[in-house]
């Protein structure tokens, strides 16, 4: 059976003295959940406090987790952190191809695709990101889009699939407070194990997160779909009482 992931992606925001709060909240709620907790958890931060999280996570269930990654091993690439670098400063897992880099730092699927192979030759779990905007679901584009961007990456793996994460994430539900009805969920996450189905006998075994304005209140329905397998969680996960109601409804569905 899939375990459910629950990612937070923290994406421009914490300060120093924040994440020391946010952990010491997170230690607290998971202490009061008891041991028998299921669901993976990860929060994927800012690069300058990957060193200073992986200290404060210490010793707790909470994965390290990187919010990009160059698809270069080393050398003249200004401004970029390698997986080599992540690994290093013990991260385990990294999001890649989100649509905010996608849309603002010109990310094609090509660059995706080289990205989550090369974590395949690392200990670190990709967590690649797919979805549709507003346009492309009004004009009854998604299934095209989501096929379109898992291709890149599924031809560039081939058969390597171990690890691979992917995060439905609709551009339209993003930090807008709309999020996918169950029903869209399920729908579109069921397409992407059906795709994956055709180049892996594992596709029963892949997680496939859903993103999108999922919070405290929404969570418990979408973690119930038979494809939805966590959530990666912008801004919910930046409060850390709600992080836990989310983490709460996942391991409900674990047990
Ligand atoms: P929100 O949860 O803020 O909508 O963000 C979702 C997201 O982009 C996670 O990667």
């Known amino acids: 059976m899939r375990k459910k992931l629950i990612a937070g992606n923290w994406k421009m925001n914490g300060s120093k003295s924040f994440n ?3 952990v010491k909240s997170i230690h607290a709620a998971l202490a009061a959940m008891g041991p028998s907790q299921n669901a993976e958890i990860m929060v994927c ?3 300058p406090y990957l060193s200073q999280m992986a200290g404060l996570l210490e010793n707790t269930p909470v ?12 050398g003249a690439y200004t401004g970029e952190v390698s997986l080599g670098m992540l690994l290093d400063v013990g991260v385990q897992g990294v999001i890649i191809g989100h649509s905010e880099r996608r849309a603002y730092h010109g990310e094609s699927d090509s660059v995706v695709a080289q990205k989550v192979k090369a974590c395949m030759s690392s200990s670190i779990t990709p967590i690649v990101c797919l979805g549709e905007t507003q346009e492309q679901r009004q004009s009854g584009q998604t299934n095209d889009v989501i096929q379109s961007q898992l291709s890149a990456v599924m031809d560039a793996l081939e058969q390597d699939f171990e690890r691979l994460v992917v995060a439905y994430e609709p551009v339209w539900a993003i930090g807008t407070g709309l999020t996918a009805t169950p029903e869209q969920a ?11 189905a055709t180049k892996t006998r594992h ?3 892949l997680k496939i997160l859903y993103g999108g304005s999922m919070n405290a209140q929404n969570a418990s329905s979408l973690l119930s779909l038979p494809d939805v397998d966590g959530g990666l969680i912008g801004g919910a996960s930046l409060l850390a009482e709600d992080f836990a109601k989310i983490i709460t409804s996942a391991n409900a569905e674990c047990n």
């Open 63 to 74: 994965a390290l987790g990187a919010q990009d990654v160059s698809a270069h091993a080393k």
């Open 45 to 47: 931060v800012p690069t």
């Open 20 to 22: 020391e709060g946010w």
């Open 186 to 196: 399920q729908e579109v996450h069921a397409f992407i194990r059906g795709l994956l």
């Open 203 to 205: 596709a029963q075994d």
